[in-house]
T-cell receptor
């Protein structure tokens, strides 16, 4: 199956700084990638759909200026949390879809803002 | 819009007992259904999915789920659980026949298996 690599797995940053999370598809070209956010003991909430070469589509209530998504190549999408605050602390997971319905997930990034 | 309801937030069971994790969905159009498992601080692993064909789908590790269109349900079952099945389980839906759309998840069910 498809392999998705997500880095870093954990990051601690100071309030007000920016953090970049990378999601790479290792063995196929991903036209579309998805970014989710998961609060402790809760579900995955879709943040945005990232399409290679075009602007991401954000879900309602997600601040696109705060969560910058770039999908510059068919194997890499990045999520940058700008001016991070403690309430941005969460588990962020990326996902790709292969062959229409073959969803694969990265191992997630635990972001802690102090 | 589609939505998923997982009726049980926590399910404690003893080892070797049967278990059912319930999932109901809501959609005005056809959907495909999935079950994922998540271990602490990890991503999601696919357990099984229903796209078409037989409404009973099975995983390699003994789980099965049945798509019931009239009940709008996709409950997950296992006849005998192991300690290693302890994890978070998520039911998810996506639009049928619209490849590449995102999965929408339920809130998850924590399965705790004890000896």
């Amino acid at each position: 199956g498809a392999v998705v690599s997500q880095h870093p797995s954990r990051v601690i940053c100071k309030s007000g700084t920016s953090v970049k999370i990378e999601c790479r598809s290792l063995d196929f070209q991903a036209t579309t990638m998805f970014w989710y956010r998961q609060f402790p003991k809760q579900s995955l909430m879709l943040m945005a759909t990232s399409n290679e070469g075009s602007k991401a589509t954000y879900e309602q209530g997600v601040e696109k200026d705060k969560f910058l998504i770039n999908h510059a190549s068919l194997t890499l999408s990045t999520l940058t949390v700008t001016s991070a605050h403690p309430e941005d602390s969460s588990f962020y997971i990326c996902s790709v879809v292969l062959g229409g319905y073959g969803y694969t997930f990265g191992s997630g990034t635990r972001l802690t803002v102090v | 819009a589609q939505s998923v309801t997982q009726l049980d937030s926590q399910v404690p069971v003893f080892e070797e007992a049967p278990v059912e994790l319930r999932c109901n969905y809501s959609s005005s159009v056809s959907v495909y259904l999935f079950w994922y498992v998540q271990y602490p601080n990890q991503g999601l692993q696919l357990l099984l999915k229903y796209l078409s064909g037989s409404t009973l789908v099975k995983s390699i590790n003994g789980f099965e789920a049945e798509f019931n269109k009239s009940q709008t349900s996709f409950h997950l079952r296992k006849p005998s659980v192991h300690i290693s099945d302890t994890a978070e389980y998520f039911c998810a839906v996506t639009l049928a026949n619209q490849a590449g759309t995102a999965l929408i998840f339920g809130k998850g069910t924590t399965l705790s298996v004890s000896s």
